[in-house]
Every structure is written in structure tokens, then in C-alpha cells.
């Protein structure tokens, strides 16, 4: 094989008919392949896995499924499982990151996500929501702020060894 660059900065690439279909010869797609299968399987399972966990948790802690906070919440809950920056800059990160996976704006994310916690809380199952939330409510809203509901799911999954 070899490789030229042109006075126009374009690149050449010469490579015997042998090089050329050794490539598509079963044993060096397999061997090549395989480990990037694997590979993208296994990442492909966590997300899903991840996904369907959070979901779980929401709907078990009662956000209805119909809200588009329900989506945002799920995103930004396994966001900040993979990386827990997100929940120390909400509103320069996470939001912004969840508002370009759904085409809209960090004011909008936020907006969305507060409604279904305010939801959650005016119609929620009471017993577990003082279990999974315990000392994060405030006294004179009755319900938890943002950064509290995902920083509690997050860290509940963490532990759980997501």
C-alpha cells in the first residue's frame, strides 16, 4: 500500500488487487470486526439498561410519562450518571446538553423538568417520595429543586453500581 499527498493537498492511495481482497477475506472481517461488535453491544446494552432503569424510577415515583419533562428527566438523570459535573453545573451544562438532544432551549429543559417535579409532588405517591428524597424537600415549597430530584436519582444509581 502506498500513500502520496499532491500539490493540492490530496491524498492517493495505491494498493495492490492481493492487499485489496485479502481485506474482504473471512478471517480478517471476523477477527476485525468482532471486538468493535462487541464492543459497541456492550455499550449498546449499558444505555439501554441505564434507559430502562430510569425510566423504572420515574414512573415508579409517579412523573407521568406524557410529559415532556418525563423525557428531559430521563436524559438528564443518565447524563449525570456518566459524568457528575452535569449536576454541579446544571444550568451551564446539563441543561444545554438535554435542550440540543431534543432541539430546544436550556429555559425550555428547565421549564419542562420543574413542571413534572411540581407534578410529581402535587400528585405523587407520598410514602415514596419522602423515601427517596427524605431531608431534600423544602419545608415552605414542599417539593425539591431540580438539581436535588436528579442529584438523588443519579446518586441512587451510582450506588447501584451504574
Given at each position: ?6 500539490e493540492?493537498e ?17 478471517d ?8 468493535t461488535q ?25 412523573v ?8 428531559f428527566?430521563r ?16 444550568t451551564?451544562?446539563?441543561y444545554?446538553?438535554v ?22 409532588f ?15 424537600v423544602n ?24
Amino acid at each position: 500500500m502506498k500513500l502520496e499527498m499532491n500539490e493540492n493537498e490530496d491524498f492517493t492511495i495505491s494498493i495492490s488487487k492481493e492487499e485489496f481482497f485479502k481485506c474482504f477475506e473471512p478471517d480478517a472481517i471476523s477477527s476485525e470486526s468482532s471486538s468493535t461488535q462487541a464492543e459497541s453491544k456492550d455499550e449498546t446494552k449499558d444505555i439501554t439498561d441505564i434507559r430502562a432503569e430510569v425510566t423504572n424510577i420515574l414512573s415508579r415515583i409517579g412523573v407521568p410519562r406524557s410529559l415532556k419533562g418525563f423525557l428531559f428527566l430521563r436524559e438528564a438523570i443518565m447524563l449525570s450518571v456518566s459524568d457528575r459535573s452535569y449536576v454541579e453545573h446544571i444550568t451551564k451544562e446539563l441543561y444545554p446538553a438535554v435542550a440540543k438532544k431534543f432541539q430546544t432551549t436550556p429555559p425550555k429543559t428547565e421549564r419542562s423538568i420543574r413542571h413534572a417535579i411540581e407534578v410529581v409532588f402535587s400528585r405523587g405517591n407520598a410514602e415514596i417520595l419522602d423515601d427517596t428524597f427524605r431531608y431534600s424537600v423544602n419545608p415552605a415549597s414542599g417539593k425539591v429543586t431540580n438539581s436535588e430530584f436528579i442529584a438523588t436519582i443519579a446518586d441512587d444509581l451510582n450506588l447501584k453500581g451504574w
